[in-house]
């Protein structure tokens, strides 16, 4: 049967050319297929289509009212897989970070979402971002996937521009630049032991950010499970387990003490405490956690008893540099990748280092 022919229903609607369903948004294309898919399970393998068998008048009609159902869901359903979730949001620019495509929003209640607080939000459309500035007044819709891992800012309005000469957008950290050197600050540890990020000199380290409270599962929630799945990935393979480490820091230390960010570690290593070898929790005293916070160009404040803050993430090279970032789109097998590739480069480095020594 001819491409054309798949997506005409009979005498009931007019054909609808593959080409032409490619130009369609995704979500009224998947719809499309879903109508197909019903068809096809339905029995008619082709037969009633327009083309070489014709179909009796009772089965014709039959066919057709079928087609009339598909079509209704086609147009009117909301698609073979449930739409993100969508909330209105009223608040004010704090600041913009346009590299990154990201504004820090104070906000009212978003029922349903969060509590009235400050926090950065992505925004799809870069030319948004540039066009606002500190004290405007937006409404905008929140978007988050269904599983809640990710979030952004979509339809934002300007509804007040009158606050942009009062506002002042605090000052985002300097952080450190690839191939600079990790400060060395001291952290303690889930077993209450004084650690510092020069102790894994030799390995890969993937740094990350959070705070044991943090209620978003798109934020800490989201890390710490992507890094649990690196983790569990890595111990497959001894080598690159060995050349590795993961390293999650809380900037909330009077809370996360010891003892706290131990559980909270356990319930991401299915209670198995030897992956604390492999996998450090750990925080800072208060002055020192600011250092490091701004070294990494993560920011962060209390406020209302939680704790707005950016997303960070930090590859750091065996030899104790940043090797890369990330702040607004990852997926768990790029941060898992481009960990085992940074310590698999290093190991070749070091190879080639004692190769060259030995032909001397």
Known sequence: MQTQQLYRLGNVA???????????????RRRFECAKLVLQQSGSNGEGMVGKHPMKEHNRMKLG?????????????????????????R??????????????VKH???????SAMTMPYRVKDPRVVQELEPGDLIAAEVVTTNDGSDYWLEDVRITDESGRKTAQAPAPPRALQPGERVPDLP????????????????????????????????????????????????????????????????????????????RY????????????????????APGDMRKLADSFGLVYFEQDNQIAHSMDIV???PQGT????????????????????????????ALQTVGAGRSR
């Open 14 to 28: 007019p054909a609808i050319r593959k080409d032409a369903l490619d130009v369609l948004p995704l979500d009224r």
């Open 65 to 89: 009212k079928l087609a009339c159902l598909v079509l209704a869901c086609v147009v009117i359903a909301p698609g073979c897989k449930p739409k993100n979730k969508r909330y209105n949001l």
């Open 91 to 104: 608040g004010q620019v704090m600041g913009k970070n346009v590299a990154a495509n990201e504004i820090t």
């Open 108 to 114: 009212d209640d978003i029922p349903g979402f969060m």
């Open 187 to 262: 952290l303690v540890n889930q077993d209450g032991k004084t650690i510092h990020l020069t102790d894994f000199k030799g390995k890969a380290v993937l740094l990350t950010f959070i705070y044991t409270r943090c209620p978003m599962p798109a934020f800490c929630p989201r890390l710490s499970g992507q890094f649990a799945k690196i983790h569990e990935d890595l111990v497959k393979t001894p080598d690159a387990y060995g050349k590795t480490h993961l390293l999650t820091v809380s900037f909330d230390p009077k809370y996360d003490t010891a003892p706290v960010l131990r």
């Open 265 to 284: 570690g356990l319930a991401y290593l299915d209670n198995d405490a030897s992956g604390f070898s492999h996998w450090d929790f750990a925080s800072a």
């Open 315 to 317: 590859l750091i090279s």
């Open 322 to 349: 940043i090797a890369k970032y990330w702040s607004t789109d990852w997926t768990t097998k790029e941060l898992e990748d481009a960990l085992r590739q940074q310590a698999a480069q290093s190991a070749s480095a």
